[in-house]
C-alpha cells in the first residue's frame, strides 16, 4: 500500500471519477456548471493530494525531534 | 434555427427585436415587459431632451406624488408611527390599472393637505403653549421679585437721588425682615414714576442683552434676571432651547420705549405683568386656565394626525412600490418612438433569444386582455451592434460572477471566467487556508447562512450583508480549506495521526529523554498514504520540508491555473473565428511559457520521482540554479539531474526565444496582406452602406405586414430607427497601432511569464504563514491553560480555551481569511485573467421592477 504507483493508481481513479461527473450531471439548465465544478474538483483535489505524495516519495530530510518523552516514542 | 441553451459559459445569445405597439395599450404592455425582466429597451430618442419627451407629463405627476408619498413617511417617522414593510418575495404587487393610479393620485393629494393643514395647526397651538408657558413663567419670576423688592423703595429710592450711590447695588441684602411694608410699597412704584419691561430671551443672548442696555441708557435701569430651570422647545425645529426671565426697571416712558425695541431685536418675547399682586394672580389662574384648554386641543390634534398617518402606514408601503413601478414605465415608454400619425409606438431592444417566446406571449395577453383590434407585433432584426453581455446566474453562482463582473465585463459570447471561477477562486483561497478546523469553522457559519437564508436576507448591516452575499463562496472555501487542513495534516495547529508513519525513530543506545532522535524511513517502500505525515509537526526542521514542499507546490499549482487559462484564449479565438489568434498568440505563447516553466514543473516532479540515496545516484541538483543558469550560460552543466539535460536546454532556450519574434510580428503582418488583399479586390470597409433596417425581409405571419405598410409610408419613423446604426465604429485598418499594440502584448506576455509564476508564491507565503499563527496561537494560549496542574489548572484551561477560541474567530479565521481571499482574488483577476479575458462588453441591463426595488435605496426601506 501507497507506493510509487499510488499516483498513476490515482490518477485513474480521478478520470473515471471525472468522467462520471461528466455523464451524471444533473441535467437541466446548471448541467454545464455541475460538469465543470466536479471535474474541476476532482482534479485539483488530486493534484494538490499528488503533489503532496511525490514530495515525500523520496525525502532529502527526514523529521529530527528533541525533547520526546519515552512513552512518545514507542507509540508508534 | 432553434436556439441552443445558454449556459455559463459564454453570455446568452441575444436578438435584437423590434415591437410595434398601439398607444393605447403601451403603458400595459410595459408594465408586463418589467413584470418579466428580460428585455432591454434602447432609447430611440437621444436627440430630444428630458422635457420634450412624449410622457414627461405623467412622470411629473407622479414625481409629485412621490413626493407626497415621502413627505408621509417623513412625517411618520416623526411621529414615531412604524410602517407596514412589505416583503417583495411574497408580495408581488401586480402592475395598477390607469384609473387606480389616477384614484391614488387624487387620495395621496387629498391626504397631503389633510395632513399638512393638521400639522399646521399643531404647530401653532404649540407655539401657542410654549409662549403661555413663557408667561407664566414671567409672572411667577417677577411676581417673586416683587414681593421682594416692595419692601425696600426707601432704598431704591435713595440710590437714585444719591449721585455717588452704586446703580445696582445689591436690593437682597436688606430684604430680609422688611415684607411688612407691602400696603405703602404698592403705592410708590408709580409715585416714582418708574417703568418696567418683563420677557424672555434665550441664555446665549443675555450677555450681549445686557451690554447693549447698559450702554445705550448709560446705565439708567435696573435688571432683574433668573434662569428658567426646563428647557422649552421651540416649535419650528423642534429643538430645545433653554432661556432667562428678566425684568427691567427705568426711569421714564422714552426709556422703557428704547428698552422694548431694543429687547425686540434681540429676539426677546416681552409678557405684561401688572404691577399690582391680585391682578397678577388673575393673571397666573387665566395663564393656567388657557394652558389647560391648550393642552386639550393640542391632544386631540395629535391623535386625530396619528390616526391618520396609521392608517396611512397600513398601504404606504404599497403605494410606495406602486408609484415606483409607473414611472418606471413611463420613463421606459420615453424611450419609445411615437408615430403621431397611427398612434403607435416603436420600440427597439435587446433580449435574450431564449426569452423570445416568453415576451411573444406575454404581448399577446396583454393585447387579448385589453381586446384590441390592433395586433402589437415584435419582430427579430439582424444588427451589427455589438449585443450586451448577459451572464444569467443562480443563487449559487451569482457571487462567483459578480467576482469577475468587479473586474470587467466579458466581450459577448467569450468564455466566462466565472465558470471556472467557482471551484479554482474557493481552491487557491484554501491552499493559502489550509486549516481542518478553521475550514470547519468557516463551513459552519456559511452553512447557518444559507440555512437561515430568508430571514436573514432582512439584515441591513453592511458587512453582514457583504459577507451574506458571498455566503456560498465562503461554503466553498471552507469545504477546500478543509480538505487541504488534511493534506497539509493541520487541524487547529495540530495533526491527524489516521495512517501509521512512514518514519520511525532511531534510538541510539544508551538515549535519555530529552535528546535529540531523528527518524528513518520504514522498510518496504510505504510511503504515508494522505497529506503529510504527522511525524513532521514539532520537529526541528518542520519548517524546511514545508518551506521546500510549499513552495513547489505553489510553483506547480500556479503553472496549472495559467496553462489552463491560456488554453481559454484558444477556445476564444475558436469561437470568434480568428485563427490568427491561434497562430500569432496562442500557440507562440504556450510553447515559450511551456519551454521555461513547464521544463520547470518537469525538473520538479522529476527529481521528486528520483531515489537520490540510491547508490550511484549523485546529488540532487539546485533546480533554482539549474533554471538561472539555463539562460545565462547555456550548455554546462553542474550537477546532472538527467542524461542528456545539456542539449535539450539548449534547444527549449533556443525554442522559446524563437517564439518571440513570432509573437511580434506573425498577426500585425498577417492583418496587413489580408487587408490590401481585400483592397486589392475593390472591397470598401464594411459598414459605410449596411443599416439596420426593418424593411429587410418578410417571412412573419400577415399581422406583421400591417405594421410595416404603416411604417413604409412613414419616413420619419424609418429614419428614427435607423438613425444610429451608423455609430459602430468601423475604423479604419492602421498598420502602426496593430503593430504597437502586438509589442505591448508581447512584451507584456514574456514578462508576465516571469513575474506570474513567481507571483503564485504567495501561495506558500500566506499558507506557512497561516500555519505559523496558528502554532503561535495555540502554544500562547490553551497550551499554557493545559500545562498548569491543580485547581488553578482548571480555571486556566477554561480561561485560556475562551482566549484562543476567541481568537482564532477573529485573527485566524475572519482576518486570515479576508487576506487569503483578497490574495486569490488578485490571483484570479491578474495572474489568470489577463491570459485570455477580452473584457470589453457592454453589460446587459434589462428593464426589470425586481431589479429595479431591488437597486432603490428608498425601497429598502419599506421592506
Known amino acids: 500500500m ?71 516514542i514507542h507509540d508508534n | 434555427m432553434a436556439p441552443k441553451q445558454d449556459t455559463m459559459f459564454r453570455s446568452a445569445d441575444m436578438s435584437m427585436v423590434q415591437l410595434y405597439v398601439a398607444k393605447e395599450i403601451g403603458r400595459e404592455v410595459v408594465n408586463a415587459l418589467g413584470e418579466l425582466g428580460q428585455v432591454q429597451f434602447r432609447d430611440l430618442n437621444s436627440d430630444v431632451t428630458a422635457f420634450q419627451r412624449t410622457f414627461t407629463q405623467e412622470i411629473r405627476r407622479l414625481d409629485n406624488v412621490e413626493r407626497q408619498l415621502r413627505y408621509f413617511h417623513s412625517q411618520m417617522e416623526k411621529a414615531g408611527i412604524p410602517l407596514r414593510k412589505i416583503d417583495f418575495d411574497v408580495d408581488t404587487l401586480a402592475a395598477p390599472s390607469a384609473s387606480e393610479i389616477d384614484e391614488l393620485s387624487d387620495r395621496s393629494q387629498s391626504l397631503e393637505q389633510r395632513v399638512a393643514s393638521l400639522n399646521d395647526s399643531y404647530e401653532t397651538l404649540k407655539k401657542r403653549e410654549v409662549e403661555l408657558i413663557e408667561w407664566r413663567c414671567v409672572l411667577r419670576e417677577a411676581g417673586q421679585f416683587f414681593d421682594r423688592a416692595h419692601g425696600n423703595v426707601e432704598e431704591i429710592r435713595a440710590s437714585m437721588d444719591d449721585d455717588d450711590a452704586p446703580l445696582l447695588q445689591d436690593v437682597e441684602q436688606n430684604t430680609s425682615g422688611q415684607n411688612g411694608q407691602n400696603g405703602d410699597a404698592e403705592r410708590s412704584f408709580s409715585v416714582m414714576n418708574i417703568g418696567f419691561v418683563a420677557g424672555v430671551i434665550p441664555r446665549d443672548r443675555v450677555a450681549a442683552f445686557e451690554r447693549i442696555l447698559w450702554r445705550t441708557l448709560r446705565g439708567n435701569l435696573y435688571m432683574n434676571q433668573s434662569e428658567i430651570s426646563e428647557a422649552l422647545v421651540d416649535p419650528t425645529n423642534n429643538e430645545p432651547v433653554h432661556k432667562n426671565v428678566f425684568l427691567i426697571f427705568a426711569h421714564g416712558k422714552e426709556l422703557i420705549a428704547k428698552i422694548r425695541k431694543i429687547s425686540e431685536s434681540l429676539g426677546a418675547d416681552l409678557y405684561s405683568v401688572d404691577e399690582n399682586s391680585d391682578l397678577r394672580r388673575d393673571q397666573i389662574h387665566e395663564v393656567n386656565t388657557r394652558l389647560g384648554d391648550l393642552g386639550s386641543v393640542l391632544r386631540n390634534t395629535k391623535t386625530t394626525l396619528d390616526a391618520e398617518l396609521t392608517q396611512i402606514a397600513q398601504s404606504l408601503a404599497a403605494w410606495m412600490v406602486l408609484v415606483k413601478k409607473e414611472k418606471a414605465a413611463y420613463q421606459t415608454l420615453n424611450l419609445f418612438s411615437y408615430d ?133 463562496i465562503m461554503l466553498m472555501m471552507g469545504i477546500f480549506s478543509m480538505y487541504t487542513g488534511l493534506i497539509y495534516n493541520d487541524v487547529f495547529s495540530k495533526a491527524f495521526s489516521i495512517f501509521p508513519s512512514a518514519w520511525e525513530w532511531n534510538i541510539p543506545d544508551g538515549w535519555q529523554e530529552g535528546q535529540t532522535v531523528t527518524a528513518s524511513l520504514k522498510q518496504g517502500g510505504y510511503r504515508y498514504p494522505f497529506g503529510i505525515d504527522w511525524m513532521w509537526h514539532g520537529t526541528e526542521n518542520d519548517l524546511l520540508f514545508s518551506n521546500s514542499y510549499k513552495m513547489k507546490l505553489s510553483i506547480l499549482m500556479g503553472w496549472v491555473h495559467m496553462t489552463y487559462s491560456l488554453c481559454l484564449s484558444y477556445i476564444n479565438a475558436r469561437h470568434f473565428k480568428t485563427p490568427i489568434d491561434i497562430w500569432g498568440n496562442f500557440v507562440p505563447g504556450m510553447i515559450f511559457f511551456q519551454s521555461i516553466f513547464g521544463y520547470l514543473v518537469f525538473t520538479i516532479i522529476f527529481k521528486w520521482c528520483i531515489d537520490w540515496s540510491a547508490p550511484g545516484a549523485g546529488s540532487p541538483p539546485g533546480l533554482l540554479n539549474m533554471l538561472i543558469y539555463m539562460f545565462l550560460s547555456p550548455g554546462t552543466i553542474d550537477e546532472q539531474l538527467y542524461a542528456g539535460q545539456a542539449p535539450i536546454q539548449i534547444f527549449l532556450v533556443l525554442i522559446a526565444i524563437v517564439q518571440v519574434p513570432i509573437l511580434l510580428f506573425l498577426k500585425p503582418f498577417y492583418l496587413r496582406w489580408e487587408h490590401n488583399k481585400a483592397r486589392g479586390k475593390g472591397y470598401r470597409g464594411i459598414g459605410a452602406n449596411s443599416r439596420v433596417s426593418a424593411l429587410d425581409g418578410d417571412d412573419e405571419d400577415s399581422n406583421t405586414l400591417d405594421g410595416r405598410a404603416s411604417l413604409l409610408s412613414d419616413g420619419e419613423g424609418v429614419a428614427m430607427i435607423t438613425q444610429d446604426v451608423g455609430d459602430e465604429e468601423h475604423e479604419e485598418f492602421e498598420f502602426s497601432e496593430v503593430m504597437i499594440h502586438q509589442v505591448i502584448h508581447t512584451i507584456e506576455f514574456c514578462l508576465n511569464c516571469v513575474s506570474h509564476t513567481a507571483s503564485y508564491l504567495r501561495l506558500w507565503a500566506l499558507s506557512l504563514a497561516h500555519q505559523q499563527l496558528s502554532v503561535v496561537l495555540w502554544t500562547m494560549t490553551i497550551a499554557n491553560g493545559l500545562a498548569t496542574t491543580g485547581p488553578l489548572g482548571v480555571f486556566m484551561v477554561v480561561v485560556t480555551f475562551y482566549a484562543w477560541f476567541f481568537l482564532t474567530i477573529a485573527v485566524l479565521v475572519v482576518m486570515e481569511g479576508t487576506s487569503a481571499m483578497l490574495h486569490s482574488l488578485r490571483l484570479h483577476w491578474v495572474e489568470a485573467m489577463s491570459k485570455h479575458f477580452l473584457g470589453d462588453g457592454i453589460p446587459f441591463e434589462p428593464f426589470s421592477f425586481k431589479q429595479m426595488l431591488e437597486d432603490d435605496d428608498a425601497a429598502a426601506d419599506i421592506s
Not at chain 1, 5 to 26: D, H, N, R, T
Not at chain 2, 400 to 405: K, V
Not at chain 2, 463 to 471: C, D, E, K, V
Open chain 1, 2 to 72: 501507497a507506493t510509487g504507483w499510488s499516483v498513476i493508481i490515482g490518477a485513474i481513479i480521478v478520470v473515471l471519477a471525472c468522467l462520471a461527473g461528466w455523464f451524471f450531471a444533473p441535467k437541466g439548465e446548471t448541467q454545464t456548471i455541475w460538469r465543470s465544478s466536479l471535474i474541476l474538483s476532482f482534479a485539483s483535489c488530486y493534484i494538490m493530494w499528488a503533489i503532496t505524495f511525490l514530495a515525500q516519495w523520496h525525502p532529502l530530510i527526514e523529521p529530527r525531534r528533541g525533547g520526546l518523552t519515552k512513552h512518545a
Open chain 2, 340 to 472: 403621431q400619425a397611427r398612434k403607435t409606438l416603436i420600440a427597439e431592444a435587446w433580449c435574450p433569444s431564449n426569452s423570445l417566446p416568453a415576451i411573444k406571449s406575454t404581448l399577446h395577453d396583454v393585447n387579448n386582455r385589453a381586446g384590441l383590434s390592433v395586433p402589437s407585433i415584435i419582430n427579430e432584426i439582424r444588427t451589427n451592434k455589438t449585443p450586451p453581455t448577459y451572464q444569467k446566474t443562480n443563487r449559487f453562482t451569482e457571487g462567483f460572477q459578480t467576482i469577475i463582473n468587479a473586474y470587467g465585463t466579458a466581450k459577448y459570447q467569450e468564455v466566462n471566467p466565472g465558470l471556472p471561477t467557482i471551484v479554482t477562486f474557493p481552491f487557491l483561497f484554501a491552499v493559502m487556508f489550509g486549516d481542518f478546523g478553521h475550514g470547519f469553522l468557516m463551513v459552519v457559519a456559511a452553512a447557518a447562512m444559507i440555512y437561515w437564508e430568508k430571514p436573514l436576507k432582512k439584515v441591513r448591516d453592511e458587512l453582514f450583508t457583504m459577507a451574506f452575499y458571498g455566503r456560498y
